[in-house]
């Protein structure tokens, strides 16, 4: 009797709708940090990491499933018999595996933009911090404040 694969393309289509929202979600994400609106982001953060637990479950379900029936975890179960004569599974695997890459590729440039900012802000505060810009330092008029002009001469 052939293995009845319906299951498992009902399980990587469901995976496939939470990865691709979570890909919008990261979108969205990309999109407030690099227009600093820093107030969507406590938005986003719960509901994509509330995502990305949907998304872990599914696919342990998916892969437990596999599990079960002697399927092998990788890309090698699409040569397996049952999972041929089922036309979904394929596809679905195939646009699975792709939307995993896309989620990767903008987790990568979001956690990039993100260094990159942590960077340029503790640059900010080195600069903020160091004792030669003592906010005593330069008067109203971009002047040193602690400088005498005629300091400058020799007293003898």
Request: proline letters at 4%; a negative charge.
């Amino acid at each position: 009797m052939l293995l009845d694969t319906s299951p498992l393309a009902r399980l990587m289509s469901s995976e496939l709708d939470a990865s691709r929202q979570l890909f919008t979600l990261l979108e969205q994400e990309l999109e407030a940090v690099s227009h600093h609106r820093t107030s969507e982001l406590d938005t986003l953060n719960p509901a994509k990491e509330h995502q990305v637990k949907l998304l872990k479950q599914q696919a342990g379900t998916r892969l437990e499933w596999m599990k079960d029936h002697q399927l092998p975890l990788s890309a090698e179960c699409l040569q397996h018999e049952a999972i041929q004569s089922n036309p979904e599974i394929h596809p679905l695997w195939q646009q699975l595996a792709a939307q995993y890459e896309a989620n990767r590729q903008i987790s990568e440039r979001l956690s990039e933009m993100v260094l990159a900012l942590r960077f340029r802000a503790e640059q900010k505060l080195r600069i903020l911090h160091a004792r030669q810009n003592d906010p005593h330092l330069y008067n109203e008029y971009g002047k040193t404040s602690g400088a005498n002009p005629g300091l400058n001469s020799i007293e003898a």
